[in-house]
Structure formats: C-alpha cells, structure tokens
C-alpha cells in the first residue's frame, strides 16, 4: 500500500481509501472522483517543485496539491 | 407570475454554453440580498412566451465547499427564491461525476431537465448509453442531448421549458446539511452512483489522446514552462497591439466632440462643465473599453481551449506560497497594462477570498498611466548621462520602481495569507478539461458583455467623481486681476493649502497636492496640472514634459521628488480603480479599505524615503 503522492508514473493502482481529518475534504475529493476501487494513473508533475500532481482518475484529469494526494492511499493494480 | 428557472450542473460542464445559447443576448446581472456573487438572470423567449433564467455557480454536489457552491445549494434547499424548474447539465463525456448531484437531487425530490451536453463529443469517442434506465432511475421523462456552443438540440430544449411544468417540490429531510457530510453516507452514495454508471453506460468512452499529446508538451518540465512564458508574452502584446488603435481612436473622437462644442459656445461654466466636465468625465472611462474588451477576448480564447487550467497548475506552487491561486498571475500581469481590466479579470478566480486579494493588489501594479508621471520624475532626479556600471540611471530607476510595486503586491499578499491563515488556499482540487476548439462567437460575445457590465455599472460612479473634480478645479473662479493660473485660485488649491501640514513630513509643497487632486481622474494628468499650477505654457506634450522637469529640479529637492515617486507607487490615484472596484465586489467596504491602505502605505513609504533623503 501506497499514499497516492508516492506511485510510479505512468502505471495503474487502485485507490484503497481516502482519509483525512478535514471530512470536507475527503468527501470533496470523492465527488470528484477519488473513490475506493477507482482505478488511478500518476501523469505528471507541475516542474521544478513536483507540487501539484497532476492524475487521471475514471474519466477526468485531476490536479492536486501534494498534500491532497497525501489523503489517498492505494495498492497496484493487478490486472494490468 | 411567469415561472422561475435555474441552471445547475458542474464545474466545465458547459453550463454557460447553454446558458448563452438559451438567452441569446437577453440577460443581465442578477443581484440577490445580502450575495455578493455574481449570477446572471436571462430571458427564454419562445413565440409570446418569455421565462426568466437563472445562471447558478457549478458545483459538484450539494455538499458544498466554497462560497459559491454554497449559494447554488441554498438554492436548491430553498433558502433563497422560489425557482420553479431546474436544468441540470451534465457534462456527457464525464459522467460517473455527475451522478453524485443528480442521484441527490432525484432523492431530494427537486424538480429538474436532464440535459446531456457536449453529446457529439461522447459520440464521437465512442460512448453508448442506456437512455431508459437513465430517465427512470433519476425520474425524468426525458433526456435532452445539446451541443450548447453549436446551439444543436437547444431549440428543443427551450420550447419544453417554456410549456413544460413539474409538479414535484422539493423535499428536504431534518438535518440533511450535516447528515451528508457523514463518511456512511458518501460512502452508500459512491456505491449507488458506481452501478447506476455500471448500468447506464453500455459502452465506455475512449481517452482522449490529443489532450494528453498536447499537455505532454505544455505542461513539460522545460518546454511548458517556456511555452507559458510565449503565451503569456503574445498575449500581453496582442493586448496593447490590439487595443492601443481603438483607445487613439476613441480619445481622438472625444477630442473631436469637444471641438465641436468648443465653436459653439461661448467661454463660461457651461462650457468648461461640458467639455472638461462631461465630456471629458464621459472619455475618462469609455477609454478604459478596448483594454477590457480585448483582454477578454484573450482570457476567453486560453479558457475555453482549456489553458488557463493549466496556468494554475504550473505556477500552482509557488502563488499558493503567497497566498493566491496559480491563475491570480493572469489578471496581476494584465494589471501592468490597466489596474481595471485586471481587476475584472480577477473573476476566473473561484475562491471568493483569494479573488479579493488578487483585486486588492491588481491596481499597485505599474500600469502605463504611471508611466508619464514616471517619466516626469526621473527626468528630474537624473540628468540622461548618469550611469551605473554601463546602464543608465533613469532605466535602472524605472526597473526599480517595475519591481519594487510587484515585490510590494506580493508581501501584502503573504502578509494577509499569514493574518488570516485560510485553509482553503491549501487546497487545488482542480479539474483539467480536456483541450476543446474556442467558439468565437463564444468568446466575443462575453467580452462584449464584460464591456457593457463596466460600462454600465462603473461608469456612472467614475462620471460623478470626475464631475467634482472638476467642480474642484474651477470653482471660484479667478479674479479679474490674477496674476497667477486660475486654479490657484480653485478649491483645489485651497484643499492643496489646507492640507500642505499634513503632507510636509513626506515633503510636499501645496503645489504638488494641488496637482494630486485632478490626477484623482488619472495619474498621467499630473503631468499637466503640475504644468499649470507651476505655470509652464506649453501645449506640446514632450515639450512640457522636458520643460516641466527642468523646473521641478530647480524647485524642488531630490528628497521629494524620490517621495512623490514613491507616492505613485502606492497612492489610490485613479478613481476609476474606485468605480470597478465597488462594482466588482457589489459594496463600498473593499474600496474603502483599499483606499486607506494604499493611502496608509503611500504615506509611510514616502515619509521614510524622504527622512533618508533628507
């Protein structure tokens, strides 16, 4: 298990949960699609301070702060 | 009473696409009691039929976070107006995010038009629907598929708002505000809306290659960055390039309707009150048009193709550090043109506190009417031959100043992000949509808008002010025996007299506060009352501009001089920046602030550079 800020480029996990002490952010980071199960792929940094990063998540393109994706954590995905 | 509308959707879901395409050019601004957010009201107009439509800030659930999400869900939970029928627009080729408000607002019994958006998108990446189980589980009878900036499927849409009716009303279980924000709660919704898309969607979309071939480049380590600066510098040069024409043009068509008046009447307080007063008052602010419109035109282009996401993103890191979003770059640079375009620009920013402080900071920028003023001073602290290591006194000094008001900007803002310590400028959360083809008539048509809103709402506050100045500067008049310029006679000299003790410590001379009143209009007409009260007769302005910095040497110390320059850096002068602010923010409270602080800041910073120079 991996916190999302710590995956590899370019490959596929699986997001395990989302927690956090802020419940607002948690529960805004699941209706923008961080949700258990949900596959997730790391595609790039923001240069020279790799702050924010920037996935795919289902359907979109998501850009978040290191400290947003800090919240996630997830386990590789197997079926690829 | 005709029926009420609402459009409801998220974030990029083409909301306002719709929301254009449903009204045409019929809406305005729509002010609520006690909402300083800016909604817009629009018609629907169908054969005799006309409804109002309201256009609500995106959201992507009733669980909201920001001050603008809020409003749209007290709306939806009816705390504000009654709203009859909404639309919800869901953007097609993201589906799976959308059903988490629409299974809410099917739960909560809200009366609502399913429209799918961008459907030729989905369409063409291959996307297949099950449209039945669609309508039954979200309770609608029908579903609409739009292409909102091609105005495709949107003629249906209209006719059954206008005849349709909903007889539901919404219903809102006891303690639901903090019963949805339960873990167990969000968790059961996730699930729902995870087989409610397993359900509906019989065939998934493809991913968008070109979004990602083309953010491979613009947001690469080296190469985006390098991009970002070309953009940016294109942009700030179609700017001025683009706007510069229409702004001779305009101050040419001014003067000429001046002239005009000035053969038909003859010398007195009717004249200079139509000419000085109105007219000029009337010019002071149209000349600001081009700048804003073009601007627009510009930031709507990068928007809707996509790039301005990517803007925040790149310099995400760094703007957080000091309080404002990666965006906050785009209308603080634009501000280095004009303080008013930039602080209406500030509104691509979400955050209501960030796009505060990014207006609050806008006007220090250096704009170009500081420019004359610049020019006028340096001129008098350095001869041209003064050099330091090769360059040339003047230019370092105006680089210093350049740098000195973005350094400032950036200080205050950390300063206030360090006072306030909001959690919210931690936080990104932003969606990248993928990269789409801007629609000019799009684009054009908000920019126009933009123009009129300033025009409208500005406008007048800017108009009266200029009225008094003007007032100011030629009342009483002169007595037939003066011997000095007439506005030394004015009540603006008497103010300038009245108030030489309080300005003293920072080593103004009656003289210079007199010619800061009408440079309350611009900071560029400095130049000529300062001509006119020290009475330098020169009609060219190159000419007075070499003349009057001569005097100003003889007449004055280096100590004032270096203040009053650095009075300029700071100083609230141009009350146009007044006019926009209080429109931009609905009140006079931030207009107020800022001007004491600025005034609070132009006054310390003078006193110590005239104390050292001293």
């Not at chain 2, 292409?147 to 708002?161: F, H, P, S």
């Not at chain 2, 006007?363 to 610049?374: D, E, F, G, K």
Request: aromatic letters at 10%; hydrophobic letters at 45%; a neutral charge.
């Amino acid at each position: 298990m991996k916190k999302l800020s710590e995956i590899i480029k370019n490959r596929s996990y699986i997001i395990h949960s989302v927690t956090g002490e802020d419940m607002s952010l948690t529960s805004k980071l699941n209706q923008v699609g961080f949700i258990e199960g949900e596959k997730v792929v790391f595609l790039r940094n923001a240069p020279i301070f790799k702050d924010p990063i920037l996935f795919r998540v289902g359907e979109s393109q998501i850009a978040l702060t290191k400290n947003e994706a800090n919240c996630i954590t997830v386990i590789e995905d197997e079926n690829v | 009473m005709s029926k009420k509308l609402a459009l409801i959707g998220l974030p990029n879901s083409g909301k306002s696409a719709l929301f254009n395409a449903l009204t045409g050019s019929r809406q305005k601004v729509a002010n609520f009691p006690g909402i300083t957010v800016e909604k817009k009201l629009g018609l629907i107009k169908n054969g005799q039929d006309t409804i109002e439509i309201l256009d609500l800030p995106g959201l992507y659930s009733l669980d909201a976070r920001s001050e603008d999400e809020r409003l749209t869900r007290d709306f939806i939970l009816k705390k504000y107006d009654d709203i009859d029928l909404y639309v919800l627009v869901i953007d097609s080729t993201n589906l799976r995010k959308s059903f988490y408000l629409a299974t809410q607002l099917k739960d909560l019994n809200v009366p609502f038009k399913l429209v799918l958006n961008m459907s030729d998108l989905s369409k063409k990446r291959g996307q297949e629907l099950n449209f039945d189980f669609l309508k039954s589980e979200l309770g609608v009878d029908k579903i609409y598929e739009t292409v909102a900036v091609t105005n495709q499927g949107v003629k249906e849409l209209k006719e059954d708002l206008v005849n349709d009716s909903m007889d539901k009303t919404v219903q809102v279980p006891d303690q639901f505000i903090s019963e949805m924000k339960k873990i167990e709660y969000v968790k059961e919704r996730i699930k729902r809306v995870e087989s409610l898309y397993k359900k509906v969607v019989l065939k998934e979309i493809n991913k968008d290659g070109l979004t990602e071939k083309l953010d491979s480049i613009l947001l690469h380590p080296v190469w985006g960055i390098i991009a970002l600066l070309a953009i940016f510098i294109l942009t700030f040069q179609l700017l001025f390039a683009g706007a510069d024409p229409f702004i001779g043009f305009i101050e040419e068509g001014f003067e000429w309707i001046a002239s005009i008046f000035d053969g038909l009447l003859n010398d007195g307080y009717l004249k200079s009150l139509l000419i000085d007063g109105v007219i000029g008052g009337v010019g002071s602010f149209v000349v600001f048009l081009p700048h804003i419109i073009f601007l627009f035109i510009l930031i709507n282009l990068l928007e809707d193709f996509g790039y301005l996401g990517r803007v925040a993103f790149l310099l995400d890191y760094i703007m957080r550090k000091l309080g404002l979003p990666g965006k906050a770059v785009v209308p603080l640079l634009s501000s280095h043109a004009c303080a008013i375009p930039g602080i209406m620009g500030a509104r691509i920013i979400e955050n209501k506190n960030q796009r505060l402080l990014t207006m609050m900071i806008s006007p220090l920028m250096t704009c170009s009417a500081r420019l004359p003023v610049y020019t006028l001073l340096i001129g008098a602290i350095f001869s041209k031959e003064i050099s330091f290591m090769g360059l040339g006194a003047r230019g370092l000094l105006m680089f210093a100043l350049y740098f000195f008001a973005i350094f400032m900007g950036f200080l205050i803002s950390f300063i206030t992000k360090k006072a306030t310590a909001t959690q919210t400028v931690n936080t990104l959360m932003m969606e990248l949509p993928p990269y789409r083809t801007p629609k000019l008539k799009n684009v054009l048509f908000s920019a126009w808008q933009k123009g009129v809103v300033f025009l409208k709402k500005a406008g007048t506050v800017i108009f009266v002010l200029s009225i008094i100045i003007w007032g100011l500067v030629t009342f009483p008049n002169a007595p037939k025996d003066a011997d000095r310029p007439a506005i030394n006679y004015s009540y603006a000299a008497m103010i300038g007299k009245t108030f030489e003790p309080v300005f003293k410590p920072i080593g103004f001379d009656w003289k210079i506060t007199t010619s800061l009143i009408p440079s309350f209009a611009a900071r560029e007409v400095l130049v000529s009352a300062m001509g006119t009260v020290m009475a330098v007769d020169e009609e060219d302005e190159d000419t007075l501009m070499t003349k009057l910095s001569k005097l100003m040497k003889n007449e004055y110390s280096i100590a004032t001089l270096l203040s009053l320059l650095v009075w300029f850096v700071f100083s609230p002068q141009c009350i146009a920046t007044f006019g926009v602010l209080r429109r931009e923010t609905n009140g006079f409270k931030y207009p107020v602030i800022f001007g004491a602080y600025t005034l609070a800041l132009a006054y310390m910073f003078s006193f110590i550079v005239f104390t050292i120079a001293s």
